[in-house]
């Protein structure tokens, strides 16, 4: 596998925009996620499960979890290095990637944005050098892309909360040792940071996935557990929350995907060189030229857009319909790319020792997270037009 940052295909030179520092700093993560992550892969993907204990504290160490946060113990880097960060750990896989983001953008960034002093202070630390991994629980059985339906409630109890229901497909909480947990209060939405050892709370994994399978995903099942008011986020009432929250991660993706996408890229384009088919090399064939122009080509657009977009968040101005364009765009594209690259590896291609067909798979995963391919669409529409449609008018 290849994470190698300056590939052939980058052929308009995209990398001679971004700074020395910034460089300095994509090289530095491509180095660890070739050493420490590659090697093990294939291994976790078909094993179907990540040391998410081990690999959390190394992740800590190089700096990635809530990089882009300022104080607590974070790295605060710059949007445009956290990005370039997602890029080469995904380019290894979209799990890793998944886990540095309901890490640093979900979980860390709900209780940098909306927590208090005291809860920032007891938290991020060591959620920032990864010895607390934390996980972000929004999606309900019944309210994925609808989250405004949910169902699990917070009850006010003396100076507790209860809280009860079920959250769906959540990354890390049966490893977690601390859930940001969103409930329906009386007169909103609130968020409550709980710890997973807390009496009524329990995390069954999910099993048998076909995507994201070097990542750890369960449900969330609040039976009547009782969290002290001094773990709700005490400054947001309503959707916001989750959504600003939200925000941070889909920005990582865009960048992440294209990760994936590269290597993919990469992988394909080191196995027609050597390839004989028809008494020659199968790089050697226009058709296989072809695919190879177009995706690069898909590639270096999407990286400019991914680029454009981190220098808007950088100066402050990213506003979350050109999030969705650069979510809908960098995983439509990076899905695209995995899929024509697997068919250049012919039957290769469906075995763990390529990566194209385990990223595509992951990328299954990556279009539905973080707001589905539509949800995207429709931000954009709305946007355009003025006009919501993600509601049936009645
Ligand atoms: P709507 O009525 O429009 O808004 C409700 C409140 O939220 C505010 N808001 C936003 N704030 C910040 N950023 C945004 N992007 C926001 N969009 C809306 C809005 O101002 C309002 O605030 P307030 O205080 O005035 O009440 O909301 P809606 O119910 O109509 O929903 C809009 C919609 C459909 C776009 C939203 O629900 C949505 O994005 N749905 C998709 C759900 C989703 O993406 N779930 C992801 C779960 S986490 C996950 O997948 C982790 S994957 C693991 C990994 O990342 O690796
Ligand atoms: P649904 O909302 O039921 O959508 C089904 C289909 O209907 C989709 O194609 C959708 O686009 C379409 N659709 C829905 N509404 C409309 C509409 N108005 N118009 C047109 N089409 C529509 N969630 C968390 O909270 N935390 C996590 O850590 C987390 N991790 C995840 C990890 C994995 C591996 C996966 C797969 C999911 C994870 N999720 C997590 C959940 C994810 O955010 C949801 O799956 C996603 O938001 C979609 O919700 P849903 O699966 O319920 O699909």
Redesign the pocket.
């Given at each position: 596998m290849s994470t190698a940052p300056t590939a052939p295909f980058d052929l308009i030179v995209v990398d001679s925009l971004l700074t020395d520092d910034e460089r300095l700093l994509r090289d530095t993560v491509a180095d660890f996620a070739t050493r420490e992550l590659a090697p093990n892969i294939a291994g976790w993907y078909e094993d179907g499960t990540l040391p998410v204990s081990d690999l959390a504290p190394k992740l800590g160490d190089l700096g990635v979890l809530g990089m882009h946060l300022e104080g607590y113990g974070c790295a605060g880097a710059s949007a445009t290095e956290y990005g370039l960060a997602c890029m080469e750990i995904e380019a290894v896989d979209s799990g890793l990637?998944?886990l540095v983001?309901?890490q640093g953008s979900?979980a860390m960034f709900a209780i940098h944005h909306w927590g208090s002093e005291e809860q920032k202070e007891h938290y991020l630390p060591g959620m920032a050098a990864g010895s607390t991994v934390g996980c972000?629980g929004?999606?309900e059985p019944d309210a994925?892309?609808?989250?405004?339906n949910m169902r699990t409630r917070a009850t006010r109890d003396g100076d507790d909360w209860v809280l009860t229901g079920t959250k769906m497909w959540i990354?890390n909480a049966p490893v977690a040792d601390v859930a940001v947990v969103w409930a329906r209060t009386e007169d909103g939405y609130a968020g409550f940071i709980v710890d997973t050892d807390t009496e009524g709370f329990s995390a069954p994994e999910i099993t048998r996935k076909l995507s994201l399978r070097a990542s750890v995903t369960g449900e969330i099942v609040l039976d009547g557990c009782r969290v002290p008011d001094a773990r709700r986020l005490p400054h947001v009432h309503?959707?916001?929350g989750p959504?600003?929250c939200?925000?941070e991660?889909r920005y990582g993706?865009i960048f992440g995907a294209l990760g994936a996408a590269r290597d993919a890229l990469s992988t394909a384009l080191g196995y027609v060189s050597t390839r004989q088919v028809f008494d020659s090399p199968l790089s050697s064939f226009q058709l296989t030229q072809a695919k190879l122009a177009d995706m690069a080509v898909e590639l270096d657009k999407s990286y400019l857009l991914a680029l454009q977009l981190g220098r808007l968040k950088d100066a402050g101005e990213l506003a979350?319909h050109q999030i969705s364009v650069g979510k809908l765009n960098s995983t439509r594209v990076a899905l695209e790319i995995t899929r024509e690259c697997r068919t250049l590896l012919g039957a290769s291609g469906i075995t763990l020792e390529y990566s194209p067909l385990r990223h595509a798979n992951n990328l299954e995963s990556v279009l539905t997270?973080?707001?589905t391919a539509e949800?995207h669409q429709l931000?954009i529409g709305q946007a355009l037009t003025g006009e919501?449609a993600?509601r049936n008018r009645s």
């Open positions: 990637r998944s983001s309901v979900l972000f929004l999606t994925g892309s609808d989250p405004a990354t309503s959707l916001r959504l600003t939200l925000n991660a993706i979350p997270y973080e707001g949800m931000t919501q993600f």
